[in-house]
Nanobody
Framework: EVQLVESGGGLVQAGGSLRLSCAAS????????IGWFRQAPGKERAAVSC????????YYMDSVKGRFTISSDNAKNTVYLQMNSPKPEDTAVYYC????????????????WGQGTQVTVSS
């Protein structure tokens, strides 16, 4: 059974740091593109970051460039989103999702989704 489980969310102060994890089972993350999306109350889901299969390329939304870093650990079959210097506007439920080899910012392109983890950034 394919499963993605996010963890690491919580309450963090602006300017702090937080690391989200996306643990995969039923498939190998190295064979898929893994994306992080977020959805804040009253807003549409947005693509935050993505790492292509085999870690060949990465993508970041403009507002998180230079602050967030996506990485993967094949031994743990887990993808991480390191959030440095978060801002209150980063508050949202964060989801990880898996698709084919290449990243996309289009949510329906993704085949598998986790349940989400809440991130709240206080000012």
């Amino acid at each position: 059974e394919v499963q993605l489980v996010e963890s690491g969310g919580g309450l963090v102060q602006a300017g702090g740091s937080l690391r989200l994890s996306c643990a995969a089972s039923g498939f190998t993350v190295d064979d898929y593109a893994i994306g992080w999306f977020r959805q804040a109350p009253g807003k549409e889901r947005a693509a935050v970051s993505c790492i292509s299969s085999s870690g060949g390329s990465t993508y970041y939304m403009d507002s998180v460039k230079g602050r967030f870093t996506i990485s993967s650990d094949n031994a743990k079959n887990t993808v991480y989103l390191q959030m440095n210097s978060p801002k209150p506007e980063d508050t949202a439920v964060y989801y990880c999702a898996a698709t084919g080899d290449y990243c996309s910012g289009y949510g329906p392109y993704y085949d598998y989704w986790g349940q989400g983890t809440q991130v709240t950034v206080s000012s």
